[in-house]
Nanobody, 112 residues
């Protein structure tokens, strides 16, 4: 059974940083492209970033490019998202995803 467990969210002031983690199990993590997506209150799901299986090819939504960094540790079956220079509009539930599978999410709230 595919399991994705996100952690690392919290309340942070504008301009602050957070590091999200996603522990994966139940599938061969190292051969799958992984993604981060988010959902702000009252809005639809928004793609944030993608990383290929080897971790050497990444892509970002324009809204986060230059501020967020996706990475992975295949030995630990863990996906990461470093969030820097956070803005209030980054407030959302953040999910890691492998195709149609998602975790329960971790809440990021950016507020002064």
């Amino acid at each position: 059974e595919v399991q994705l467990v996100e952690s690392g969210g919290g309340l942070v002031q504008p301009g602050g940083s957070l590091r999200l983690s996603c522990a994966a199990s139940g599938f061969p993590f190292s051969i799958y492209t992984m993604q981060w997506v988010r959902q702000a209150p009252g809005k639809g799901l928004e793609w944030v970033s993608t990383i290929n299986s080897g971790g050497d090819n990444t892509d970002y939504a324009d809204s986060v490019k230059g501020r967020f960094t996706i990475s992975r540790d295949n030995a630990k079956s863990t996906l990461y998202l470093q969030l820097n220079s956070l803005k209030t509009e980054d407030t959302a539930m953040y999910y890691c995803a492998m195709y149609a599978a998602r975790g329960q999410g971790t809440q990021v709230t950016v507020s002064s």
